[in-house]
């Protein structure tokens, strides 16, 4: 299997992606390297919200932090809009994470003994915002990018603007359908992962990009009914 970026599509795949932002990539490289994974991106791979975002990204990994203090934190700013189960995975995954991307060679700004720099911001109590800069999303995806470009086992495939899911006749997902040089392409899939961003563009006035369309939202939405939900 070829490196890097699409040529030509096959039709069947262990993994797709729909979305090439942080979490799209993230995902990418944390499958096994024995999975035939394909990344779809609705432009090219490094456009994406993710590239825009300057602030940081928070964890406990301060010594005198910790995750109940920051699910505290994060429960009292939702003021009760928060899912319990969520924000503590979240927190709880945020360290590792973290340890994840450092591995990985994001570098994130450090202190004069070359400690992660931590700060203190909005309604956390303690000092636990990471930064790269003021371009903490460039230098994340930068670098989640370039990891990706190098997997043997990944495809990435810019300009595929996906429709929809491919269901099967018991509700089961079989994989996805999407458009790709002008034509309706159905690609199978053993597992397809949603992570399309938000949709900023619904609304009149945002500071999203263009691509910040929600389709991948508007697609799980529609799910919800098969779903029981």
């Not at 975002?53 to 109940?68: F, K, V």
């Not at 899911?165 to 089961?172: M, S, V």
């Amino acid at each position: 299997m070829s490196i890097g970026i699409a040529r030509s599509l096959d039709t069947r795949w262990d993994v797709v992606i729909a979305g090439a932002g942080a979490a799209g990539l993230y995902a990418a490289l944390c499958l096994p390297s024995h999975y035939r994974v394909l990344l779809l991106t609705k432009d090219e791979l490094r456009l994406s919200a993710s590239d825009w975002a300057q602030g940081g990204i928070a964890a406990a990994i301060h010594p005198q932090d910790s995750a109940p203090l920051h699910i505290a934190d994060t429960l009292k700013a939702g003021v009760g809009l928060c899912e319990l189960p969520a924000v503590a995975y979240l927190v709880e995954q945020a360290s590792p994470c973290i340890e994840s991307l450092v591995a990985l060679g994001v570098e994130f700004d450090r202190q004069g003994d070359q400690q992660l720099a931590m700060t203190r911001e909005a309604a956390h109590s303690r000092p636990r915002v990471l930064h790269a800069a003021d371009r903490t999303g460039r230098a994340v995806v930068t670098i989640l990018a370039e990891q990706v470009l190098q997997r043997r086992n990944i495809r990435v495939l810019p300009q595929a603007f996906v429709l929809d899911l491919w269901l099967g006749a018991a509700g089961d997902c079989q994989g996805i359908g999407l458009v790709w040089e002008g034509a309706v392409r159905w690609l199978r899939a053993g597992a397809v992962v949603l992570a399309t961003g938000g949709g900023g563009q619904v609304f009149a006035q945002t500071t999203n990009p263009r691509l910040s369309t929600g389709d991948g939202v508007a697609i799980a939405t529609a799910l919800l009914p098969n779903c029981g939900i």
